[in-house]
């Protein structure tokens, strides 16, 4: 995984990695994909994937590459943005030991594996992850809302004034607005943007996210970009920066038809079936005439599992506050009932149950003063003496 980490494009690049992993897998099984990530994004990662955590290629090295050459057939690079530095650097290495490696661009439009981001989650944890992220209140408690991303804009200069144009729009439209820049694992993006009455984005890959989960999308424009979002042909309404977003109506562009949905669905999966094919022609295990780290290996895997613990303890723990702190807010704003005022006595009917007790006491005094009941008092002993020994 390569690319802008955390946020929506750490998450696009991570379900980008989570497809590739699960159809290259169904395709090959002989493959044993694995996640990497360089050490400038592996934190990152870690803490937002729903997935374990990928291994981190850092420190990278001659040895580290002498090592992973041994044991990896391919490496497969995806991500937003062009590869920096660090990231050729790495792939110059591998190549040079003979590890064959492919890249697997997203967000270009074209056959990109994003498009079958509808099949990535089973809808029950899509709607019930929605749900959690609407009583958290990342995602607006109530009614239909926009999610609202600008991600690339303009040179790199941010979007100014399209915030504001995206909110009058969403007002005139009756919808609250969310941002989900805080989103950084796949499966919460998808909840999102799954639930979103329309998506206005800068961002090429969340619009094909958006567009494969039937929803309407606005891609913004901006002039003179360094690099252009890609043409996405039917799959989004395109306008030019923030004059183009203060020119829409309300009436939503219809999500993309379905059957060119089919079509990009069809060249993802020509991809990824092609990519499976030369996956499996190149995977291997290690060279038996080569004998590797053990110990390496050893300390690698232990450090992928404390990364799980890590991840799983810190994801549980946000969530835990997120629920406490809406848990909170909710019982402070209900309003607490005055306590029901108690009735006074009736003092009447406690002076009559008085009355009525004293006369049955006397009663039984009157009774147990009688001569008979003298004469059998200690008949009445002895038979109760006897009913407590026999119980």
Not at 328 to 349: K, N
Request: hydrophobic share 45%.
């Amino acid at each position: 995984m390569a690319g802008r980490p955390g946020g929506v494009a750490g998450a696009l690049t991570a379900l980008a990695a989570r497809l590739i992993r699960t159809e290259v897998g169904e395709r090959a099984p002989e493959t044993v994909p694995q996640a990497y990530a360089l050490g400038a994004t592996v934190e990152t990662y870690t803490a937002t994937l729903d997935d374990p955590p990928p291994v981190s290629f850092s420190p990278w090295g001659g040895d580290r590459a002498d090592r992973l050459a041994r044991t990896l057939g391919a490496v497969v690079v995806t991500g937003l943005g062009p590869a920096g530095e660090e990231l050729r650097n790495l792939i110059d290495d591998l190549s040079e030991r003979a590890v064959h490696v492919e890249v697997v661009e997203i967000g270009a439009g074209g056959a990109d594996p994003l498009w079958l981001a509808g099949r990535c989650f089973p809808p029950p944890d899509v709607s019930g992850r929605r749900e959690f992220l609407r009583l958290t209140g990342v995602v607006p408690a109530r009614g239909a809302y926009l999610v609202r991303y600008f991600g690339a804009g303009p040179s790199g200069t941010g979007a100014p004034g399209a915030d504001v144009a995206v909110a009058g729009l969403a007002h005139r439209a009756g919808l609250e607005v969310c941002d989900p820049g805080g989103l950084g694992a796949p499966l919460d993006l998808v909840a999102a943007v799954g639930g979103a009455e329309v998506v206005v984005t800068d961002e090429a890959a969340l619009a094909v996210v958006a567009a494969a989960l039937g929803r309407p999308v606005i891609l913004v424009r901006w002039p003179d970009p360094d690099d252009p979002p890609p043409e996405l042909g039917l799959a989004a309404r395109e306008v030019d920066g923030t004059d183009g977003i203060r020119s829409l109506t309300t009436e939503w562009p219809g999500p993309a038809p379905a059957d060119w949905l089919d079509q990009k669905v069809t060249e993802a999966e020509v991809l990824l079936d092609d990519l499976a094919g030369r996956l499996a022609g190149r995977a291997r295990v290690a060279d038996p005439g080569a004998r590797p780290d053990e110990m390496a290996a050893l300390r690698e895997r232990l450090a992928v599992l404390e990364q799980v613990n890590a991840a799983l303890r810190a994801r549980l723990n946000r969530e835990r506050e997120a629920m406490v702190a809406r848990l909170r807010a909710a019982g402070a704003a209900a309003p607490t009932p005055p306590p029901r005022p108690v009735p006074p006595p009736d003092t009447a009917a406690v002076a009559a149950v008085e009355n009525e007790a004293r006369q049955l006491r006397d009663e039984l005094d009157r009774l147990y003063a009688t001569k008979t009941m003298r004469m059998v008092e200690p008949l009445r002993r002895v038979y109760g003496a006897l009913r407590v020994r026999t119980r």
